[in-house]
C-alpha cells in the first residue's frame, strides 16, 4: 500500500516538475534557434534598478532602436524611438495589441475583468467598444460643462490656497472621473469615499505587479494550487472581494436611480442601457465603470503639476506669449472657455509640450504583447514577447526633440516629422491607444489656459529673498 502511495506521489511530483518547467524549455529552444537574429542588448542584466526608465534609456543609446532583454522567462523588447514604436504597435497591431499575462494582477486579484490588462480577446473588444462609446470625440465633448465647472472650482482653490496646489489638481481630475463615471462630484479629495476606495483599489493592483514578487509569475502552474497550499493565493482572491464590493455597489448605486428616473446623464448609466446588447454580466459592466479612474486621475493631475513645474523652471521664455496671447483671444473680462482652443495656438503648443517634457507614464503604460513570431528589420521578435515602449526615452530622444530636457512650445508650432498626428506619443498607439485621450488633453488644455490667465505662476522664495530652485 505505502509502495502504491510514494509511486503516486512520485509521479504526481514527476507531471507537476514538467508543467512547471516544459513552456520554458520550449520558449529557450525557440531563442536558441534564433539567437543570431535576435535584436542586440546586454549580457549581464542589471540589479536592483530603482528607475528603470533611466536604464531603459541607457540601453537604447546604446544598441539602438529595439533592444532585447530576458527578464525572467519572458522575452522583453525595449522600444527606444517614436518610429519604432510606431511601426510595432500601430502598423503590427494586429500582432502586438495583446498584454503579456498578469496571473497575480490580472487574473487573480482581477478575474480577468479589467480590460485594460486582458489579452487581445472578445472580451476585451468588447469592453474597448463601451469605453471607445463612452469617451469617444464627440462624447467627450458633452462632459465640457463638468470640466468647465471643476475648473473654476480648481481655479478658485489655487487663489486662496496655492501651497497645496498638487491636492487641488488631484481633486479636480477626480471629480472630473467621478462625474463623467457615477454622476457625482467630489468636493475633498481627502475625505471623498469613492476616491478613497479606489485609490485603495489601485493600491492592492500597484502592490501584487512587483516583477519578481511571485514564483507564480515564473512557473503559471503554480496558479492552480488550492489555497490552503497557498497562502498567498488565498490573500490576493480576499484583496479581490473587497474590489468587487468597491464597483458593484458604484454601479449598484447608479441602477438603483434609474429606476427611480433621477440617474444623471453619466459613463455607468450608459454601460446600463448597452449591457444587454453586448451581452456583459454585472460584474464585466462594473469592473468597466471602474476603468476610468485609475488612469485618468493620475494623467491629468500628474500633466498639470509637471506644467506648474515648467512654469516655476522657465517661465519667463514662454509664459510672456501665452499670456499675449490670451489676451487678444479672450481679453480680459472672461475666463478662456473651451470654444477659444481653436484659435489659442501657442497654448495648445504648451500642453503638448507639456506632455511630452515630462510624461506622467514614463515607462509607456501597461506593456504590450506579441502574439506571433515576427521579423522587423532583420531582427527576430518572439511571440510572446513582452514589448515595451519608455516614454521617457521616445519623448527625450535628441534626434526627435533636441534639447529635449527644455521645455519649449515652439517645436510644436514647427513642420517636424513624427509618427502619428499628435506630435508625441502620451496616449499610446493603436488599438491599445487610452481610450480618454479626448478628454484628458482637453483637461490639460482648459486648465493651462485659465492658469495663465488669471495667475503669475513664479518660483517660491527662501528665507534670504532668492528664487527657490527645483528639481526636475
Known sequence: MITHVLAWATALASLTYIALIFPKLQQEWKLYSHRSQLPPGPKVIKTGIRKPWLWFQE????????????LGPTPTIILGSAQAAWDLLEKKGAIFSSRPRFIIGGELLSGGMRGLMAPYSSYWRRWRKLLHSGFMQRQSETYRPIQSLESKVLMHELLVDPINFRRHLERYAASVIVTVTYGRRVEDVTTDIVVQRNAESMGRLTS??????????????LKYLPTFLAPWKAEVLKQRQKDIKLYT???DEVREKVARGVAPECFA?????????LGMSDLEIAYTAGSPFGAGVETSAGSLASFLLACVKFGPRFIP?????L????GTN???????????????AIASETLRWRPVAVLGGTPHASTA???????????????IAPLWSLHLNESAFPQPHEFIPERFLEDREYPGSFGHSAFGWGRRICPGMHLGSASVAINIARILWGFDVRPGKDEKGRDVDVDM
Open 59 to 70: 540601453l537604447s543609446k546604446q544598441y539602438g532602436d529595439v533592444v532585447y532583454l530576458q
Open 208 to 221: 501584487v505587479n512587483i516583477p519578481g514578487k511571485f514564483a507564480v509569475e515564473r512557473y503559471p502552474a
Open 249 to 251: 455597489e458604484l454601479m
Open 269 to 277: 448609466r450608459h454601460l446600463l442601457e448597452e449591457q444587454a446588447s
Open 321 to 325: 506669449q501665452a499670456q499675449e496671447e
Open 327 to 330: 489676451d487678444r483671444v479672450v
Open 334 to 348: 472672461r475666463l478662456p472657455a473651451f470654444e477659444d482652443l481653436e484659435n489659442l495656438q501657442y497654448i495648445r
Open 373 to 387: 513570431d515576427y521579423m522587423y528589420k532583420g531582427m527576430f521578435i518572439p511571440k510572446g514577447s513582452t514589448i
